[in-house]
Structure formats: C-alpha cells, structure tokens
DNA sequence: CTGAAAGCGCTTACAG
DNA sequence: CTGAAAGCGCTTACAG
C-alpha cells in the first residue's frame, strides 16, 4: 500500500541498510549513494513508518503529559508551551488527563500510556514521592511546578513558598493588614498549596502581623471556588481588606464576586492570585499576581526530559531548578 | 525485557492464537481456556505492546486534532471535551497546534501526525475546502466548528450565523441601535468570522436598523485584538452602544478596555461575545454570550469520528450535524 | 562504505 | 475451538 523502505532501495539499486543509514544520517556513505536514495525517497514520495520504527528501536518519539485538566487556563497554556519546545527537539506530547484522581495519576505513571512515550512530564496533584517512585517504571520522569519534596525526584520547580511571600508582601507594602488566603486547603505542607500558605505566613511574620486562621478559607482551586470563598468570608463576618488567591482563577472568581456584591477593588479590597494566567492582565481590574516563570519551565522540563530519554547532556543524578518568578503589579492591588 | 505474549502463552500452556483471542474478546474460546490465559496474564502482569499491536493491525487507536493553539480557551475547553469522549470509547488524542499557519494545517492533514493516528478532527482556520480535500489522505476526517462549506466533507457545525444574529437581536432588543463588531477580518464570509458577521447583518436588517461598516473593526481574536479594537472605535469618533466581540476573548479584551477608558459596562455600552468559555461567567461585569454547544460537539465529533475509523454506526456518507446553540444573557448586555 | 539476515511483538489468514 | 506460520516495516548487530 504505502511506500517502504523496500521499494525506495529497490528504485535506488541499493540495499535496504543503506536507505536506513541515509535516512538516519549516519556519517560515512559516499554522496553519490546518498544523492541516489535521496531521490528515489523524494520520486516515491516515501515516508517513514514511524510505528514500525519505534517496535524495532523502542522509542516512540513521544512525551507524556500528565495533568489535571486542560480546561484549566494555567495547564493550557503550559501544555501549549510544552509542546512548542518539545516540537522545536523533535517530539510529540501526548497529553492525559487525571482529573485530580490518584488512580488516574497511577494509571498514568505506569501502564499503556507509559509504553507509549519515552518519557513523562507529571504535575502531581493526588500522589506524594513515594507513590510516585512505586508506581513509576524505569522511563524517565520529570516532575512539574507542583512540588513534591523528595530528592530522588527529576523536578522543575515553581518558587511557591517565595513567590507567595512576595506577594503577601506586597500587600502588607500597600497598607493592608487583614489579608485573607482563598484556597487554603486541608492540612498539606507540601504542594503548591501549603507551600504557598507557608509563604503568606512567613511575610506576615516578616512585617509584624499576626496570623489569623479566620482569614484562611479553603475552596476548590476553581473561578466558583473563589467566588463561593467570598461568599463565606463574608458570611462569617470576618473583616478583611485584601484577598490572596492561590491560584489566578480562585483570585478572579473571588474579585468577581467582590465586585458583584459592590464592594470596590482595591479601594475597600485589595485582590492578588498567583499563576499570571493570560487572562489575569485582561480581568477588569486588572490582576495583580506572580509570574511562576511558565514558559521557562516549559523549556527546562522539556531540555531535561528529553536529555534523559537520550541519556546525552551533562546532567546530575537528579536535577531539580527552580524557575525565576516575577510580581506582577496591576490595578487589583496596586 | 518486557512480558510478551509468548511469554503468557508458555504460562498458560497454550498457542500464542489463543492467548490473542482471549485478549481481543473473541466469542468462541472454552471458558477453562480463557481461565487459564487471564491468569497467565494476571501473573505474568503481562501488558500488550501497543506499538506492535499497530503496526500489525494498521490501526494506532489515536485521533489526532489540529487546532490554533491550545493556549486560547475556547480550545483548550473543546480539546478537554474530546479527549474525555474519545477515551470513553477507548481512543487517546495527540493535539497538533497550527499557529493558524497553512502549512502546518496541511502538514498534520498528511505526513507523520496523519500516520500517527486512525482519524483526524481538524478545526481550519487558513485551508479552505480544496485545499482540505487536496492534502488529506483517505483517512477519516472530521472539520470542527469553523465552516467550511463543502459538500464533501464531514463536519459538526456550530451554527455561526443563527447564534450571531441571535446576540444582535438581543443587544437591538435591549435598546442598542449602534453595535460595534470587534473581530470581523477581510473579505472572509464562509469562516466563522463571515458567518458571524452575516448573522449580525441579518438581525439589524430584520429590525430595521441601518448597517454601518464604520462600526465593523477587524482584530485578532484575542484579549489584545478586543482591547485595541476599542481604542481604535473610540479614536475613530463613530458613536456606539453597544459592542459585539466575535468571540469571548475579543469581548473580555473590549470590555477590559472600556472599563479602563472609565466607561460604564452595561450602561453606557453594552457587551457581548461569542463561545461561552468558562471566564465569562466570572467576569466583571459576567459576560452575556452565546453557547455554541461545546460539549455537544465534541460527542458528536467523537461519535462520527470513532464511527467512520471503525466502519460502524448507520452513517450517511457525509453528515454535518448542526449543535444547538443557546444564547447566555448576562450582565454585560442584560 | 554497503549487504544479507534476524527480529521487535503483535495480528491475521489459513488449516484442522 | 486452537495451532503453526507468515509478515507488518523498520533497525540493528554482524560481516565483509
């Protein structure tokens, strides 16, 4: 049916080996063999058969990526931007979505998605290190901006814990005292979430304020979330003069729901998120959050997952950076 | 290294045709039998090879779908959908971004991506029906949401032009006399963009209302594309009331500008766009939008899609389903 | 520098 | 109902 090897070997008077070493630029052929097979390949309109490769050569020239759902802003966009560096190398991104769901995340470090990728990108939201290290296989792995403390892990790292500070900082900077924290859920230390209270706590300490549990409301990390977590915030009778969102879309659910209820932002709140998803420059106010450095971390997991996969670069046993990330001040919290 | 079949069927004590038929469900195996090799893949924790699997079969159980960018919402949200539809039916989904390039939608219409998988949904945004006929191959393919009329091709349909007049209707019932159109590009009149735009047209006509091209502005459709179309409407000196964004990210990025510029949203401009993503509920004001039936597209693209791969379903030999369309009035267009 | 052969792990006619 | 054999289209040692 389709062309092969066969048939371009055939058209160039040659072996099937030499079309291989032709196509797989290996060094030593003479010009006038490769002139020959490069035109019988372009006459024949041949194109490799990339199943068949990755059978004989165990690789598949694709990544995995395994996240919560890409109707998420924050994981599109860097999913988009996964893909465009990971291109630019020569691979393809299979995407898988785990909806938060442990056996979702299992299924996904181990199993047929694993068999068909080289490598996995893995932004934990449900499993811990040790998990991950037992359900994993020998492929390599590179986890993503949510941490995972452990250090036989391959990660790219989001400064949570700084850039929370940073922006808990600011806040206190423009005369707020009373900031209440929205997606601060259940008792976790370690990803995003804690290590973003953590953070929020550390500047409060920092500037002399004292920390008030009444002001750390947990929500889904969702646009209604954050709305809802107003909602209560309000109920409860608590005052506040500024709202910290641990994440942009818990931040714009919750100016949303400020503004719906007529208060004024910033002049009665004061509004901050962390992600600086594109939408956040567009909310009206504008949104004041940080930058967790997306697409630097976009193209370091990417140049490190792929140096594992072909086992070149001059890497450590275990490489774990952490991207630069930037506040981004806007109208909602000037 | 890994477990194969023949692993399994010296386990079992049976053929490797055997051990193939009880993986593939086939009717006819004695249940002792059948026993004996589930156990043997049970033990052995045996996990077929996919990629063998495809290059014997032909069939990599894959769809592939090409679209602009998966960092636009509207996208993201619509590949969220198919991949969780596709997987209901037991197919995954590599994504192809465009860049809204010809090249690269006619590049994953055949070449590797197109060899990569068993079908293919394609949302055109630079290739018009020739040019989608001359490059793809015979694999199925099923055009998404941007029409492109052709009678030769599969496709689901949102309905541009009924959904856009349906938004005018409701901006020209509320009052509004002069309505913007932010979004409206070139001579274009069979893509979404045009059919919008006649849709547009046909309301004011049927309401007496004069058309006024001095109130068409082109942009792209992004946040940016709405934001400057404002400054360049509001430069202009044309009087509005009212602004229709082609799509939401246009309107978010127009009412984001307004609202900068210290207009008053509904009260002195109304706004409204076109796709219902996630954001619009949660803006500030909420966006009054028109739902193209997203997740009803998906599940029927996936439907035909999987449907023509395999051969089944009563089909026609060309469908064009049209999703229903739901108009969501808001805030800022009440 | 190039060739002939083996084999990756499956599925698919073909028998029986 | 099950088996033995062929073969999908490549890459990879192994020769020479």
């Not at 049916?1 to 079309?19: E, F, I, P, Q, Y």
């Not at 390599?140 to 922006?167: C, K, S, T, Y």
Request: glycine share 8%; with cysteine.
């Amino acid at each position: 049916m389709a062309v092969t090897m066969n048939d371009v070997a055939r058209a160039a008077g040659v072996s099937l080996k030499t079309v291989s070493n032709v196509i797989n630029n290996y060094e030593f052929i003479r010009p006038a063999t490769k002139q020959k097979v490069l035109e019988a390949i372009a006459e024949l309109g041949y194109e490799a058969n990339l199943t068949a490769r990755s059978l004989r050569s165990g690789k598949t020239n694709m990544l995995g990526l395994v996240l919560s759902d890409l109707s998420v802003p924050y994981y599109a966009e860097l999913a988009s931007d996964i893909m465009k560096a990971a291109s630019n190398r020569g691979y393809r991104v299979l995407v898988e979505q785990s909806a938060n769901q442990a056996e979702h995340e299992r299924a996904a470090l181990q199993g047929q998605f694993r068999n068909l990728t080289d490598g996995l990108f893995f932004i934990p939201l449900a499993l811990g290190g040790d998990d991950i290290i037992a359900a994993a296989g020998k492929k390599p792995l590179v986890l993503l901006g949510e941490f995972v403390e452990d250090p036989r892990l391959d990660m790219v790292l989001i400064q949570n814990q700084d850039a929370a500070a940073a922006v808990t900082a600011h806040l206190l900077g423009s005369g707020r005292r009373r900031i209440a924290v929205l997606g601060a859920n259940d008792g976790d230390t370690t990803g995003s979430n804690g290590l973003r209270l953590i953070g929020y706590r550390h500047a409060l300490k920092a500037n002399g304020v004292e920390y008030d549990p009444a002001l750390v409301i947990p929500c889904g990390w969702r646009r209604d979330g954050g709305a809802e977590a107003v909602s209560r915030l309000l109920a409860s009778g608590v005052e506040f003069d500024a709202v910290f969102g641990l994440n942009d879309v818990v931040a714009l659910g919750a100016l949303h729901e400020l503004l719906v209820r007529g208060y004024s932002v910033p002049d009665d709140v004061a509004v901050a998120g962390f992600d600086d998803i594109d939408e956040a420059r567009f909310a009206s106010p504008s949104l004041t959050t940080v930058s967790p450095g997306r697409t630097e971390i976009a193209q370091r997991a990417v140049d490190l997952l792929i140096d594992r996969v072909e086992g070149k670069g001059e890497r450590a046993d275990v490489e774990q950076p952490r991207a630069e990330y930037a506040l981004r001040i806007r109208q909602s919290a000037p």
